[in-house]
């Protein structure tokens, strides 16, 4: 089926990220849907991926843009039908390009089946065992359960009609469900048998160090959690994954286990991803990282430092659908990211020329650091963040449960430009309906603007990943650093291939070479100019 199939492509393919409701929409109802992503399969494959991974597209009350599921064995009718979904995988895998879809073990939606079950069904039963049910404090019972916060702000409970609380670390319409029950081990391990048989071929883990909680459910001070963690990265919920891995491994090409495992212990984060755990995971210390060399080099090191004793290929990552755009966030004078910082950075002043430039720079450095790479929609395209969108259009419950004072992650999310007719830039048919978050004026940053623009963030991109798809020495494997100044981060990788970038204020000298393969921008007499980057033939 894959022309260039292994049984461990995790370890160095470029994966293209798709959140459904922003990619394309064919049927005009202004929400992006399955028909419009098969549509664009041409697209990708000459963009030069290798995998797709999809944001969830099962049935939702979309309280959290998906992350809240209803049913874990269908899509939702917004996207189109589990037959499409079907047909997409099968039309992918014509391309060379594998599926990777998400998969929520942490909660489910309060529309979900069982939690519907377990509001009729009352204190006590069987169905309330599947979450987190608790009886309040106080006189009445009128306080929570605990003093847990939800990474979504407010309190981590909500109360029902009979009296008792149930447990929500984030949104109140994402019940979070009770690890300790075996239906609930049970079920999620049939969940995965359903989709791998469809021929998905990896998942990506959400939140996946939630899972698990302290069954005392004490309190704590957030500010000085004790260890272990109440409701994170506790030891039970490796024999979740261990679980896991045995039924991914149990297949003729074994499925790949990707974890978000969003831990500051970056020991601790390696140990999800021990042989018989899962086979790779997010690099959040990546992608937070400031444009500075010194950082972005110790950064580099730790990763790979962390990754081999376990022997799994590091991952990297620029952005996603949870953070701030790189061109806009490497525009500030502060250009790393923090979730806890997003309230304080939202509409700091941004150089948007700057930050296209830098952006540019670090996707040659991305695309050439050992193991796998992520590339989130419209990153190829140099889009920024929406920071201005109207308080009426937000849909991030981050935003509605701060009362309006943290933006959430709307900007990022919003529809792709495809083409300059159109009111929604060609996300949508004529005539469709608005789109449901408003697009700026994008004509200059559509792909069909820079498709015919040889000097575009687009073509850029695709003139990278086909060279990363046929060097060699790219992808997983060994790297070995320059000597250089202090503001250049420079490496070399197999087969004679040496990437350079220079972050300091001045054009630098490159290193002998014999050919220059690609560069962020042009360089001037021969040298790369500051906030650029150049791949080279050094042999």
């Known amino acids: 089926m894959f022309h260039n199939d292994t049984r461990d492509w ?3 393919a470029a994966i293209y990220q798709v959140y459904p409701r922003s990619f394309a929409d064919a049927n005009g109802d202004g929400v992006g849907d399955l028909a419009g992503i098969r549509a664009k399969l041409g697209y990708l494959h000459q963009l030069g991926i290798n995998a797709i991974w999809f944001s969830p597209w099962y049935p939702s009350p979309m309280a959290d843009a998906g992350y809240d599921v209803a049913d874990y064995r269908d899509i939702d009718p917004s996207f189109g039908t589990l037959e499409e979904a079907e047909l997409l995988i099968a039309e992918a895998h014509e391309r060379d390009i594998r599926i990777i879809i998400d998969i929520v073990p942490n909660h489910c939606s309060d529309a979900h089946a069982w939690f519907q079950r377990a509001l009729a069904e009352g204190p006590g039963s069987p169905a309330r065992d599947l979450f987190w049910f608790r009886a309040g404090r106080g006189e009445h019972g009128e306080l929570p359960p605990n003093d847990w916060n939800s990474i979504f702000n407010g309190p981590a409970w909500t109360r029902v009609p009979d009296g008792e609380w149930y447990l929500h670390l984030f949104a109140p319409e994402q019940p979070d469900l009770n690890w300790e029950n075996p239906l609930v081990r049970a079920e999620f391990e049939d969940i995965l048998r359903f989709w791998f048989d469809r021929g998905i071929d990896g998942i990506r883990i959400d939140s996946a160090a939630l899972c698990v909680k302290d069954p005392t459910l004490a309190d704590f001070d957030p500010s000085a959690p004790p260890t272990p963690h109440p409701f994170e990265d506790r030891d039970a919920i490796h024999d979740i994954y261990r679980s896991w891995r045995v039924i991914a491994d149990s297949y003729d090409a074994p499925r790949a286990l990707i974890g978000e495992v969003l831990l500051a212990d970056i020991d601790r984060f390696a140990l999800y991803l021990r042989p018989d755990e899962m086979h790779a995971a997010f690099n959040f210390h990546f992608l937070g990282c400031p444009w500075d060399a010194k950082s972005l080099r110790h950064c580099v090191d730790a990763t790979l430092a962390s ?11 620029l952005a996603n659908h949870d953070v701030t755009r ?18 304080a950075r939202h509409l700091m002043p941004t150089d948007a020329a700057l930050g296209l430039r830098r952006a540019r720079a670090a996707a040659l450095l991305t695309l050439a650091l050992p193991g796998s790479v992520y590339v989130y929609q419209g990153e190829e395209l140099g889009l920024p963040d929406v920071e201005r969108l109207p308080d009426d259009t937000r849909q991030d419950p981050i935003y509605h449960r701060s009362g309006g004072t943290d933006p959430g992650r709307d900007g990022c999310r919003v529809p792709l430009p495809w083409s300059s007719s159109g009111t929604s830039h060609g996300f949508s048919p004529s005539g469709a309906a608005p789109a449901w978050l408003p697009q700026p004026d994008w004509a200059h940053l559509t792909v069909e603007a820079q498709q015919a623009d040889p000097g575009s963030m687009l073509r850029l991109y695709q003139a990278a990943l086909a060279i990363r798809g046929n060097e060699s020495g790219l992808g997983d494997g060994p790297m070995t650093w320059l000597d250089t100044p202090e503001a250049v981060v420079a490496f070399t990788r197999p087969g004679g291939f040496t990437c350079v970038v220079n972050l300091s204020t001045e054009p630098v000298d490159l290193p002998p070479h014999t050919e220059v393969l690609l560069t962020s921008i042009d360089l001037t007499d021969g040298r790369l100019p500051a906030d650029a980057s150049a791949w080279l033939r050094t042999a």
């Open 307 to 317: 990754h081999a004793p376990v022997g799994a290929p590091s991952s990297w990552v």
């Open 10 to 12: 995790w370890h160095h």
């Open 326 to 343: 790189t061109v806009t966030r490497y525009g500030r004078t502060d250009t790393g990211f923090e979730h806890a910082l997003r309230q």
